[in-house]
């Protein structure tokens, strides 16, 4: 099925914003092909008007993707091809595309990228944290209980998150990793290529105090990302705790003086210093027996 006659779906990339990052390939593809499939048809006439194209379209959503592969197959069929965009930025990064593209892939069609604009890796790019290794997150469940499981379940994870995030849940988000990450930096990126470009460099709660200042803070389309977790300075600090804790108890500083010691000079909750001692105690008093 992958005759010369056969048509192609390109999977093209579309500006997040500023209408000048739309690549010369991007509008030279959307031109020639027979139809372009896209997440909603009415945004996305306004940019084949911009480049004064008139092409059949399509819509292509979560709720009819799976509808959509047979007719778009018969596109490509008839030798055809069929340009894939969503609202905005990469398609398939958070957005529609995947099922169309992995059936026809296994019919044996051709996809053809057509790269360009991505919110992700814009905001990674002028974002000053670590890009060597990082994990993808998309948007984060609209429920608080999930959504904290999600955080809490990363925030071990040595490499940069990055997270989508709408304006309605933006300052629920923040407070949600204030909670779990405290102040480990973020790097928040809203409306990315468009007038109002902002880099918000801090911790959650001084985001918190910039939106409660200035309500637009809150407005656009965000892309959130969050410094690493620093394992080994975690594993540092577990070894300095225990060495303090052991050698109070072995100067004869009973279980509860000890933990308000360690807890006025590492900070933390004195209850969570009480166990560890205790259990330091207990094991010497197991070792001697």
Same mark, same amino acid.
């Given at each position: 099925m992958t005759a010369p006659d056969y048509g192609a779906l390109y999977v093209v990339a579309t500006p997040i914003g500023n209408l000048e990052d739309l690549t010369p390939r991007a509008a030279r593809v959307l031109g020639e092909v027979a139809c372009v499939a896209a997440e909603d048809t009415r945004h996305s006439a306004g940019l084949l008007r911009h480049l004064g194209l008139e092409r059949p379209m399509l819509s292509l959503h979560e709720h009819?993707?799976? +509808?959509?592969?047979?007719?778009?197959?018969?596109? *490509? %069929? =008839? !030798?055809?091809?069929?340009? *894939? #965009?969503?609202d905005a930025g990469t398609p398939l990064i958070s957005d529609p595309g995947f099922l169309l593209v992995r059936e026809l892939r296994r019919a044996g069609h051709r996809v053809i990228p057509v790269p360009g604009a991505c919110a992700l890796i814009a905001g990674l790019c002028a974002a000053g944290l670590p890009t060597d290794h990082f994990t993808f997150q998309g948007f984060l469940p609209a429920r608080q209980g999930p959504r904290r499981a999600r955080l809490e379940a990363l925030a071990k994870r040595e490499e940069t998150l990055v997270f989508y995030e709408s304006p309605h849940r933006i300052q629920a988000t923040l407070m949600d990793m204030e909670t779990v990450y405290g102040e480990r930096r973020l790097v928040l990126?809203? %409306? *990315?290529?468009? $007038?109002? %470009? $902002?880099?918000?460099?801090? +911790?959650?709660q001084e985001f918190l105090a910039r939106m409660n200042e200035d309500a637009n803070q809150a407005r656009g389309e965000f892309v959130l990302m969050v410094e690493g977790a620093h394992i080994e300075a975690e594993e540092s600090t577990r070894v300095e705790a225990e060495t303090l804790l052991r050698t109070l108890l072995e100067e004869g500083i009973g279980v509860k003086q000890a933990s308000q010691v360690a807890a006025r000079l *590492? !900070? !933390? =909750?004195?209850? &969570?210093?009480?166990?560890? =001692?205790?259990? #330091?105690? &207990?094991?010497?008093? &197991?070792?001697s027996g």
């Open positions: 009819n993707e799976s +509808t959509r592969v047979a007719r778009i197959t018969r596109y *490509l %069929e =008839a !030798g055809q091809s069929v340009a *894939l #965009i969503s990126g809203r %409306e *990315l290529t468009k $007038t109002f %470009e $902002t880099f918000l460099d801090g +911790t959650p *590492l !900070g !933390g =909750a004195r209850k &969570d210093w009480y166990a560890k =001692a205790q259990v #330091i105690k &207990d094991g010497e008093k &197991d070792h």
